[in-house]
């Protein structure tokens, strides 16, 4: 099957720009104001990958266990970095902390479990299966704990009144604020869950489109992708819960009263 | 049961000196603004005082374990909040945030006619009026039973007459069972008709007190 891959030329590459094209022309058309970022996100995209590219080639042509460990404490650290770039709110220190924490605890414990367990590759630290698979794992879990920072602090806010009424009839801080932090998990957990139930009906997976579009069996691929979007909400559960059973905490004083 | 000595909270409220006895019906009354509900949110422990010492059972409310002091002198919100989509859930509420065994039925449907709301257990919550919310919240702090209630404006959404007949039951039920209650009203008539004590709250300060008759 290998066989029948198409490689793409540079032409070939550059006439699915058309599309970038018709989006600018649409815009302009309609007079929305978005044609810079547009510009902007489809020429950092085109850069970014074609560094990832060639940052890849390096790796896997020279396997080390300090290159597979730096790539993913980037792709860590750059998550974390855009989750505090997301979330309107203002984040304090604790909080990003916990954010942080969540991250790496939640993400590096799934990968090691699935790689180590499900996959089973060797030598462990092999780029070609750990960064794409840490690359999926990190970034399902970097959305799933940004919908979970939003709805815990917005609501923290709205409902405030109803937190502090559970707090004046005795209730501890978990128990007045565990209606909110239920909520947090389920907006979190639910694109991931979404995702489980379209996947192969209503779209086909980017990973395992590439698997394909690659040349590999379909079958095998698709072994692949149900090993890997189980590996995705685990991990993304396990982040996630790891985030909201800590982060209430942060709205809290030592004498459980509500902060500011 | 409760002492303030100095007692300052931002620029709203200074108590030099105030003691509210065990078993005392306490009524607050006095302009809005003027730090009522701040006053019940400091027994509460649900904000700390500035300067001064407010004391509980002779310990400053600060060396209390917050949600243990709570669970003995619990709170009342002027507007109540709906804890669970039934009247039974909502009822069961109170006994469950303190970690208490639920009410039996029997115990839920005593409490509701209590204060002649009108509703079956298992009756839809969220289609309750403002009025009936605030019976259902005095139904499940009476089923939570602590020692001390400490109330924001109970009966305010209700009409004079409806008023007083809830406030009559509850302080029927809480002088027969010897509670210290502290209650907020805006209403000068329920003051007279149900406390042993009115507090006259100005702002800024707590001016005096007057014995009722």
């Known amino acids: 099957m290998n066989n029948n891959i198409i490689d793409l030329t540079i032409w070939q590459l550059a006439a699915a720009y058309v599309f970038i094209l018709m989006l600018l022309v649409i815009v302009k058309i309609r007079n929305i104001p978005r044609s810079k970022e547009i510009l902007i996100s489809s020429l950092r995209m085109t850069i970014q990958l074609l560094l990832v590219g060639y940052i890849l080639i390096y790796l896997f042509d020279n396997p080390h266990p300090l290159w597979t460990a730096l790539v993913v404490l980037l792709m860590i650290t750059f998550a974390v970095w855009n989750i505090f770039r997301r979330v309107r709110s203002g984040l304090d220190k604790k909080m990003k902390q916990i954010i942080a924490v969540s991250m790496a605890a939640g993400t590096l414990s799934s990968l090691i479990y699935f790689n180590v367990i499900v996959i089973q590759f060797s030598p462990w630290y092999e780029p070609r299966y750990f960064i794409p698979i840490a690359g999926m794992i990190i970034g399902n879990s970097m959305t799933g704990v940004t919908l979970g920072v939003q709805t815990l ?11 502090e009424s559970a707090l004046m009839l005795g209730a501890t801080p978990k128990e007045a604020s565990r209606k909110i932090v239920n909520q947090s998990f389920d907006n979190a957990i639910l694109p991931t869950i979404n995702n489980m139930v379209g ?21 095998t691929a698709i072994e692949y992708q149900i090993a890997i979007l189980l590996g995705v909400t685990g991990a993304v559960s396990l982040t996630v819960i790891l985030f909201v059973q800590n982060a209430y905490k942060v709205f809290f004083n030592e004498k459980s009263q509500l902060r500011g | 049961m409760f002492t303030f000595e100095e007692a300052v909270y931002k620029d709203i409220l200074h108590i030099d ?19 009522k509900s701040t006053m019940l949110k400091l027994m509460n422990h649900l904000v700390s005082a500035d300067k001064g010492v407010i004391r509980f059972q002779g310990t400053p409310v600060q060396d209390w374990e917050a949600v243990e002091l709570r669970r003995e002198a619990a709170m009342l919100s002027q507007h109540p909040v709906l804890f669970g989509d039934t009247v039974k859930e909502n009822l069961e509420s109170g006994c469950r945030f303190a970690g208490r065994p639920l009410p039996s039925e029997e115990q839920m449907t005593h409490s509701i006619q209590q204060y002649d709301l009108q509703k079956e257990l298992d009756d839809d919550a969220g289609t309750l009026s403002g009025g009936e919310q605030q019976r259902l919240a005095l139904a499940r702090l009476t089923l939570l039973d602590p020692p001390v209630c400490l109330l924001d404006e109970p009966t305010s959404a209700l009409d004079e007459g409806l008023e007083h007949e809830v406030m009559e039951a509850f302080i029927k039920h809480a002088r027969k069972k010897q509670k210290t209650v502290v209650f907020v009203t805006h209403s000068r008539s329920i003051a007279d008709a149900y406390a042993d004590e009115t507090m006259d709250i100005t702002p800024f300060s707590y001016k005096g007190r007057k014995i009722n008759e």
Do not use: C, W, Y
């Not at chain 1, 602090?153 to 937190?163: A, F, L, P, W």
């Not at chain 1, 996947?199 to 079958?219: H, S, W």
């Open chain 1, 153 to 163: 602090t917005e609501g923290m806010k709205d409902q405030r009144h109803r937190v």
């Open chain 1, 199 to 219: 996947t192969g009906i209503v779209f086909l997976p980017g990973m395992m489109t590439g698997q394909i579009l690659a040349g590999v069996n379909p079958v």
């Open chain 2, 17 to 35: 000196d105030l003691r509210i006895h065990k078993g005392s019906m306490t009524a607050l009354i006095g302009e809005s603004g003027t730090g």
